[in-house]
């Protein structure tokens, strides 16, 4: 298994609600246990993360701007 898919999996198994807004990918991005050895290279979202889904987590929008800003360009998005 490569170490993408083991990542993925273990972020999954850990944070995933899916009774939560979100998809897996946004909420594995929303994570703040900054000491995970995955957190580093935990996946990305591959669509911007809705407003209400951000304001459900208790993310405060002005913060989360430069990273929504990072994850337009790496999504293509202008």
């Not at 490569?2 to 990918?25: F, H, M, Q, V």
């Not at 246990?33 to 809705?50: E, L």
């Amino acid at each position: 298994m490569s170490l993408r898919k083991r990542t993925d999996e273990n972020c999954r198994d850990c944070i995933y609600d899916s009774l939560a807004p979100g998809t897996w990918r946004q909420q594995v991005s929303l994570c703040t246990i900054k000491t995970c050895p995955f957190w580093d290279i935990r996946a990305k979202p591959t669509s911007p993360i809705p407003e209400s889904t951000l304001r459900w987590y208790g993310v405060d929008l002005a913060d989360f701007q430069p990273r929504a800003g990072d994850l337009t360009q790496e999504i293509g998005h202008d």
